[in-house]
């Protein structure tokens, strides 16, 4: 449904995206993240048609979006990070603008009707867009990427901003708008990748890092376990006997977090329990470990890890060539 490929956008010197291709497969929901500044938003305006490709091209539905901008914008929803609402319109005022913008087809008041009761804002219909909660606002801007029902959403961080619930409500929506549409969801929350989406394209740099279905991309990242311990000790002693522990992966000092002990993060190897090992060493050395518990993987970790995998291979590969 969505084909970008070898897509690279330079502004002036700098390489925004480089050498991008990635397919979504028609009824996907595809999670695309990255670190800021990575090239999510550029490659989304190009997806879009906001922004042309300096190489490369960007396909909807098979239509190349620089070659009939028209027809491959007609198969187009979007919710940038801030939804381009006119806050003095009511509702039902600015989707009828958007409506005409859009040129769209369907009969007008029933059309709109429908997307309002799908993303349940009937009931401000006739209230003005500045006095809606920003739950309520989102909501609007979805409504207007809904417009025409156009095969494909591209939403940008859509739960930016929002309080728990109306998260939950926005992934929800989100979740069901996948059952009828292509979807890409540009987001830095990974418990809502893993909650709504089925494949993550993840790109740094402007290139791509990994794309993989969501469950064996958080596996491959999370097969090990991530653990913070206290330690009474000489630091720099310390890290050393950690480093050389077999079964350990990564050790970090996080510093000291109270009078006497140096907390560690301690990431073991794949599948491997490290904390009786750890116990018995710090034992050995008259090192007590004060606490010890569990750290769960955010997105952030999982970047570094996926970066640093692609840049270990790419030096591998350098040296191999020489
Ligand atoms: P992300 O959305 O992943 O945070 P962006 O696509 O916004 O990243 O930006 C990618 C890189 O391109 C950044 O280094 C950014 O500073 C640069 N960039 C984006 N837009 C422009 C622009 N219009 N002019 C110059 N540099 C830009």
């Not at 490929?5 to 291709?21: C, I, M, P, Q, R």
Request: some cysteine; overall charge neutral; hydrophobic content about 40%.
């Amino acid at each position: 449904m969505i084909e970008i490929l070898n897509v690279s956008k330079s502004f002036g010197n700098k390489k925004a995206v480089e050498d991008l291709s990635f397919n979504v497969i028609e009824g996907e929901i595809l999670g695309f993240l990255g670190p800021n500044g990575a090239g999510k938003s550029t490659t989304m305006n190009i997806i879009t048609g906001y922004l042309s490709a300096t190489t490369g091209t960007a396909k909807i539905d098979g239509i190349d979006i620089l070659e009939n901008p028209i027809e491959a914008k007609r198969r187009i929803g979007f919710l940038p990070e801030i939804p381009p609402l006119y806050p003095e319109m009511t509702v039902k005022e600015f989707l009828g603008f958007i409506y005409d913008l859009k040129e769209c087809r369907f009969p007008k008041e029933p059309h709109l009707r429908e997307i309002c009761e799908v993303v349940k804002i009937d009931d401000v219909y006739n209230r003005i867009i500045k006095n809606l909660s920003k739950g309520y606002r989102q909501r609007v801007g979805i409504a207007q990427a809904l417009i025409g029902n156009p095969k494909v959403l591209i939403f940008d961080e859509p739960t930016i901003g929002l309080d728990p619930r109306q998260i939950i409500e926005i992934r929800n929506l989100i979740k069901m708008l996948g059952k009828e549409h292509t979807v890409i969801l540009s987001t830095h929350i990974l418990p809502e990748v893993q909650a709504v989406c089925d494949r993550i394209v993840v790109i740094n740099q402007g290139k791509l890092v990994a794309n993989e279905k969501t469950e064996d991309l958080i596996l491959a990242v999370d097969g090990s376990r991530k653990l913070m311990a206290k330690i009474v000790g000489p630091e720099a002693d310390v890290l050393k006997m950690l480093k050389s522990t077999s079964g350990i992966r990564y050790v970090e000092s996080l510093g000291r977090r109270d009078t006497d002990s140096i907390s560690y993060m301690i990431e073991s190897e794949d599948k491997i329990d490290i904390r009786k090992t750890l116990f018995y060493n710090l034992s050995k050395n008259g090192w007590p470990l004060v606490g010890l518990e569990g750290m769960e993987l955010n997105l952030e970790d999982i970047f570094i890890r996926l970066i640093n995998k692609e840049k270990k291979g790419t030096e591998k590969k350098k040296r191999g060539a020489k």
